[in-house]
Structure formats: C-alpha cells, structure tokens
C-alpha cells in the first residue's frame, strides 16, 4: 500500500485546510486510517483514527475543530481541520491499519507540511 498525503500549506489562526491521503495498491475498505502529527523538535502524535465501519476517534488538542472522513470508492480518507492554532502547526502524516484495531500501524504515507500562522 502507498500513501499519498496531501493538502498543507500555510495558514492563519481561525483559518481551515482539509488534508487528504490517497492510497494505492490495496483498497483501504477494511482498514482503520489514522492521522499523526509530528511538531519540530517533538515526537509524533496521535490525531485522531476512522474505523473501517466509519467510527472516528481523536485526540482531545483537537476535538471539535478536526474531523476525519473517507470516501473508500476514491480509497481516500481526509482531515478536515477547522479553528486552526499555531499549536497545530507540524508535519501531518496519515497512516493505515490492517487489522482494524487503529493502534498497530503497518503503512505510512510521507507527510505533509502545515503552518499556522499568528
């Protein structure tokens, strides 16, 4: 499976941008998609999980201002990140669980850059 993340850029405060991961290779239908996030200087984290089934879960920075959906006919899935802060700025990374489970990783797509402006 490859991933293709997309859709960073810069941004100011209060301001909006929609990530999208595009895979080839296999379809993500079954798969749990994650999103991570990794600041300079600072370890990768967690953003938030869509289960195969549509369930979506996220990390508490950013509940309520970011959503994840997927469109398995395009075998995409998106973050939708609204009411941006400058604490969001990093290199956004989506990534594919095989078994479902949303916590063991297997695929990672190459980042991409988000800059929040003040």
């Known amino acids: 499976v490859q991933l293709q993340a997309s859709g960073g850029g810069l941004v100011q405060a209060g301001g909006s941008l929609r990530l999208s991961c595009a895979a080839s290779g296999r379809t993500l239908t079954r798969y749990a998609m994650g999103w991570f996030r990794q600041a300079p200087g600072k370890e990768r984290k967690f953003v938030g999980v869509?289960?195969?089934?549509?369930?979506?879960y996220y990390a508490n920075s950013v509940k309520g201002r970011f959503t994840i959906s997927r469109d398995n006919a395009a075998n995409t899935v998106y973050l939708q990140m609204n009411n941006l802060e400058p604490e969001d700025t990093a290199v956004y990374y989506c990534?594919?669980?095989?078994?479902?489970?949303?916590?063991?990783?297997?695929?990672w797509g190459q980042g991409t850059q988000v800059t929040v402006s003040s």
């Open positions: 869509i289960t195969w089934s549509g369930s979506s």
């Open positions: 990534a594919a669980s095989i078994d479902g489970s949303g916590v063991k990783y297997d695929y």
